[in-house]
């Protein structure tokens, strides 16, 4: 009898942190971005689970075998689709647009598959207006989690896209706090500014993880 290994994919994911929540009470996690190394995976140990972080194309990679999927969630690149670059839309054309989109549906799709409750990330943009992909499921700001992780008292609206059951966490602010800041909206235009903007906030990572727990432990009852 084959054994299967409760696991977790993360793609498009650079930092790991949507994954540390699963990774601590013992999931096997993929993190999964063309920016890791793709000669050399690099493996860390969170809790009484690790966290694989490996090469790959969201549009090409193939899940590893043997392993029974308990949540997944994709951070597709946002750059040719966010508001916050409208101005340049006209200049990139349809072609950026195309790779976008793309890799959007290549990731919905994996998770999809996987069966697991799964959550698709992207920042308000012109996604949300294209008939083919929908309207988002639910909207957030990092600040709504706050009551998880204080460092988020920040505002970005960003859009979910959700399917297999998962369950959009409960807002929970630490009260606190002052009002919050808006902090991505004055990165400065550095090299890693895209990797700033697009790091998933701690607490939302936190909170999602506790509301869908019972949900994967549900899973792997069946």
Known sequence: MTVMIDAAAFLCDLTGIMAEPWAEVGIEC?????QHSIRRDRQEKRGRGVINFVWGDVRSWRPPEGRRWVFAAAFTPCTHVSGS????FAKKGGYQLRDALEMFEAGRQVCAW?????????????LSSIPHIGKPDHYFHPHQFTGWCAEDNYTKLTCLWTGNGFVMPPERKDPLLGPPDDR??????????ANIRSATPRGFSRATFTANCLVARQRLAA
Request: glycine content about 10%; overall charge negative.
């Open 114 to 126: 996987s069966g697991a409750p799964y959550c698709c990330e992207n920042p308000v943009g012109v």
């Open 184 to 193: 991505i909206h004055k990165a400065p235009p550095t090299d890693d500014r």
């Open 30 to 34: 993929w993190c999964v971005d063309i």
């Open 85 to 88: 670059g409208a101005r340049d």
